[in-house]
């Protein structure tokens, strides 16, 4: 449905760090960067961009009751783990560790983050291991 997302940022070093580091556990890199820009896909895609990081001075505000969080697809459970942990030692707020979540369904595997500017983000998987 959705070919890509694009979010603002007030610092795009800062949130390559954060970004490179929680999202190689699930298979996506960094496929295109330039001066204020940063694009981000999975790996083995032939470089489709589906989110886009760009910088600016008027970056959406953090608002943990608007209900906007962005749900990356992860391959497994460790994976999933993994970008949870990166994403705290990354200087992300911890929103939910690596869990089943039984009200969302019945294998329902994901860890919940908050990055540096405030978005809220999950990897998500429904593998049983």
């Known amino acids: 449905m959705l070919n890509h997302v694009s979010i603002g940022v007030r610092d795009t070093a800062k949130t390559k760090a954060f970004y490179d580091a ?12 330039g001066e204020g820009s940063l694009g981000y896909g999975p790996e083995a895609d032939n470089g489709a ?18 209900g906007l969080h962005f749900c990356f697809d992860a ?3 460790k994976s999933v783990a993994a970008f949870h ?7 992300g707020k911890d929103n939910g ?20 500017d405030g978005y ?7 593998q049983k291991s």
């Open 22 to 33: 929680v999202l190689k556990p699930l298979g996506y890199t960094c496929l295109s960067e």
């Open 49 to 66: 961009v589906v989110l886009w990081i760009s910088q600016t001075d008027r970056p959406v505000p953090a608002d943990m009751a608007s």
């Open 75 to 77: 391959p497994s459970r």
């Open 85 to 91: 942990a990166a994403a705290l030692a990354q200087g």
């Open 97 to 116: 560790p690596a869990g089943l979540r039984a009200d969302y369904g019945d294998n329902y595997y994901a860890a919940f983050a908050i990055d540096p």
């Open 120 to 126: 809220r983000i999950e990897a998500y998987c429904s």
